[in-house]
């Protein structure tokens, strides 16, 4: 049974800092291309940043030179550093798998992933 489980979310005022984190069990790592999207009720899902199974990363304009994300493939884990937090990066963040992308497909496959986490929310007050 393939499982992605988030952890690191929380609250922090603007300008601060958050580490998430996703463990991936139950599926062939490193056949995956790992990624986080982000959704609120009654809006879109928003495509945030992958990193694939080369190592290449693609990110969203909006999180462009805050967010950074990196993957350990002996942890199975994904993990996103997200920096100067804005309100708007209010959000319940999802892990993502997608199984074989690379990260300039993966970018755009991250809202319809293979599989998700539970979703871990992460809020900004100004």
């Known amino acids: 049974q393939v499982r992605l489980q988030e952890s690191g979310g929380g609250s922090v005022q603007a300008g601060g800092s958050l580490n998430l984190s996703c463990e991936a069990s139950?599926?062939?790592?490193?056949?995956?291309?790992m990624g986080w999207f982000r959704q609120s009720p009654g809006k879109r899902r928003e495509r945030v940043a992958v990193?694939?199974?080369?190592?290449?990363?693609s990110y969203a304009d909006s999180v462009k030179g805050r967010f950074t994300i990196s993957r350990d493939d002996a942890k199975n884990t994904v993990y996103l550093q997200m920096n100067s937090l804005r309100p708007e990066d209010t959000d319940t963040y999802y892990c993502?798998?997608?199984?074989?992308?690379?990260?300039?497909?993966?970018?755009?496959?991250?809202?319809?992933?293979?599989?998700r986490g539970q979703g871990t929310q992460v809020t900004v007050s100004s």
């Open positions: 990193i694939d199974r080369l190592g290449g990363t």
């Open positions: 993502a798998a997608v199984l074989l992308s690379l990260a300039t497909a993966c970018i755009e496959e991250v809202v319809s992933p293979s599989y």
């Open positions: 139950g599926l062939y790592y490193d056949r995956h291309c």
